[in-house]
């Protein structure tokens, strides 16, 4: 019984210390040029793509501006409306940035609560007054990787491709912001090449590099030699596998090129950076505004990298590029309305 | 429709399998050894993510991972030992005691790549183990594709396994963690040493769980993720009962899960006109149809999840 006893103490003690610790760290923030607080979708830091890059805008935005930022890394969705709460309650924030479609359903009911603060949600729409909606065309950059793959499978005289006109995308989970990505990469390789064929799968999960690994393979076993991993951690599995059966891979979200240098053709980049940094001058200018703003090619937040891309390509993609700003391409976000 | 004919028979689909099934297999077997003792494992899934860690954390400083491979065995071990610490010295509910576990890993694992290498989501990459051709094997022309060429800690499964089962039921140490699961108090009353049959059986369960992570990190990739495991112990739990707590039904069982995942990706990028989302449950509904079965038919060893005293 005593040992029962200890041992309770020993815990309710331990739960007191870490809580306090977090209290803590919230609260020891004095006055300066702008606060803001961020909270990460479920992948975390280290995803070497989406959430990494919303790391880079709060770090450019502190270079920039001299905001200070304090952010929280919930490992479930059922975290994200604790943290928002603890945030908010705070009252010292100009601003409450949420990263990632599945915060909305919290951010919803927490922008309820705090109608005096405002809020920012990245990837995905919240109608509420103090909401500033971020979304992407997401496929637009799906459409020029998809060309880019299109254009580079149909070469010759590379060891890593193939004479099947195979290429594949694997998304994370089957939800309308990933199935965009893959009708536009379908609709992108479809307007180079109706031939070339398209696999598309999922993984079902954000975090398991392993199962993306396996499903990649299934690609390749099928004559892919251009795997686009739209997956978060999981496409760490897509790259792997590019790297060890030597065909492309096509990074997602930042460059991921220095992860296999020989393998990565390209990257669908989403500057997730520059969106946040955006919302944060939107704030910091006192020109916050409730509301969806859609930003795509365009605005610069969507697009490629160069990485292993030849110069013919590259040129190729550039006046696609130049007809989607100029709204000259009618590209499908549904995989249903891919012809 | 010969696409689908190819895909279900393919040697592909079954060499995928035989990946897919490696750690959850050797997990899955760790938690017979548990059970058989009368302890229920739910902490497969926390012993593997540390396996998996420990894996990385040992090729990542000496850069040999076969070092990093016997780290996995000595932290799943120690894991193993703290988790009967728990539940046979200290008498915790089984099942409260493996939750609270594999928190715990998630927990610390994180937190302990976050101070190791900077970063929560994932490790630098190390050097992971490389695949090997068994030289006569690899030339029969279906075998060879199928079981010629895989990371070397396939073939240590296949042979764990094997000597796994061996020991549960063909030597006396696994007649007495067979007895001790099932009449705690026969055993007791033959002179068994029930407490150090359990610590056994249980620290076992964590080495083997832990390799499998090992298997995860470094035979399948060469890194370290945020929550790698995705829920394979929970598979292994399940396929440890649908296996009836013997390591050779585990390895079917788990060889069946792995097939129709193997399975169900394939017929995912075939695109046959069945819903992404139905194709993508054909694991998980065999599972609970093969659990609701099974467990009908198998018993599961009388006295687990009790705590036993002496001469109480």
């Not at chain 1, 990837?123 to 500033?132: G, H, L, R, S, Y």
């Not at chain 2, 139905?278 to 009790?306: C, F």
Request: charged share 15%.
């Amino acid at each position: 019984m005593k040992k029962i006893r200890f041992l309770t103490v020993l815990i309710l003690l331990l739960v007191l210390v870490l809580g306090a610790g977090i209290t803590g760290n919230v609260q020891a923030k004095g006055q300066v040029e702008g606060q803001v607080a961020i909270i990460f979708a479920t992948g975390g830091l280290g995803d070497k793509s989406f959430n990494d890059s919303a790391m880079r805008g709060m770090q450019m935005a502190k270079e920039e501006y001299g905001i200070e930022f304090d952010y929280a890394e919930p490992t479930a969705i059922a975290e994200y409306q604790t943290y928002l709460t603890q945030f908010a309650n705070t009252r010292q924030y100009d601003l409450i940035i949420s990263i990632g479609f599945d915060q909305a359903d919290a951010l919803t009911a927490t922008a309820e609560r705090f109608t005096d603060q405002n809020f920012a949600i990245v990837d995905m729409v919240v109608d509420k007054p103090n909401v500033a909606s971020f979304v992407y065309k997401e496929q637009e950059r799906g459409f020029l990787v998809g060309a880019a793959s299109a254009l580079v499978t149909a070469k010759t005289g590379d060891p890593r491709v193939n004479p099947d006109k195979v290429i594949g995308v694997i998304g994370g989970m089957k939800i309308p912001l990933i199935d965009a990505n893959i009708a536009g990469f379908m609709a992108g390789a479809g307007y180079i090449d109706p031939e070339v064929k398209v696999l598309h799968s999922y993984v079902g999960h954000w975090a398991d590099p392993a199962k993306g690994k396996e499903l990649t393979i299934s690609m390749i076993e099928q004559g892919a030699d251009i795997v686009w991993g739209a997956a978060g951690r999981s496409g760490l599995g897509v790259i792997n596998a590019a790297q060890e059966k030597n065909i492309y891979a096509i990074g997602a979200d930042s460059d991921q090129g220095y992860l296999a240098p020989d393998n990565i053709l390209t990257n669908g980049m989403k500057f997730v950076d520059n969106t946040v940094l955006l919302a944060i001058d939107q704030v910091l200018k006192g020109k916050f505004k409730g509301g969806i703003n859609v930003l795509g090619v365009k605005e610069d937040v969507l697009g490629y990298s160069k990485n292993l891309l030849p110069v013919d390509v590259i040129n190729k993609l550039e006046e696609i590029k130049a007809k989607i700003i100029k709204g000259e391409l009618q590209i499908p976000d549904k995989i249903e309305d891919v012809k | 429709m010969n696409d689908i004919i190819y895909v279900i028979f393919g040697i592909n689909t079954l060499a995928a399998a035989i990946r897919i099934t490696t750690p959850i297999a050797l997990a899955a077997m760790g938690g017979a050894f548990s059970e058989r003792s009368g302890i229920i494992n739910i902490g497969l899934e926390g012993m593997i993510l540390c396996g998996a860690f420990a894996a990385v954390l040992g090729s990542f400083y000496t850069g040999s991972p076969w070092l990093g491979v016997f780290l996995s065995l000595l932290l799943g071990g120690f894991i193993g030992a703290l988790f009967a610490c728990f539940t046979i010295k200290f008498k915790a509910d089984h099942v409260v005691t493996g939750v609270g576990l594999n928190i715990l890993a998630l927990g610390a694992t994180t937190y302990l790549m976050q101070v190791l290498w900077g970063c929560k989501g994932s490790s630098p990459n190390v050097k992971g183990l490389s695949e090997v051709s068994i030289p006569i094997i690899k030339d029969i022309p279906v075998i060879g594709k199928l079981l010629g060429t895989h990371s070397p800690l396939v073939y240590i499964m296949f042979l764990l396994v094997f000597a796994g089962w061996l020991l549960l039921f063909k030597t006396p140490l696994g007649l007495r963690i067979r007895i001790t699961g099932e009449h705690p108090e026969a055993a007791d009353t033959l002179g068994i040493n029930i407490k150090g049959i359990q610590y056994f059986s249980v620290i076992l369960s964590g080495c083997l769980a832990g390799l499998g992570g090992a298997y995860l990190s470094l035979g399948q990739l060469n890194w370290f993720s945020m929550n790698m495991s995705a829920g394979r112990g929970y598979m292994a739990l399940a396929a440890n009962i649908f296996g009836h707590w013997n390591p050779l039904g585990c390895l079917a069982a788990s060889f069946l899960f792995s097939y129709t995942d193997a399975l169900q990706m394939r017929l995912q990028s075939l695109n046959i006109g069945i819903a992404h989302e139905l194709i993508q449950m054909l694991p998980y509904i065999l599972t609970i149809i093969v659990l609701a079965g099974a467990v009908v038919r198998s018993r599961p060893p009388a006295a687990l999840g009790e705590h036993y005293e002496t001469n109480k």
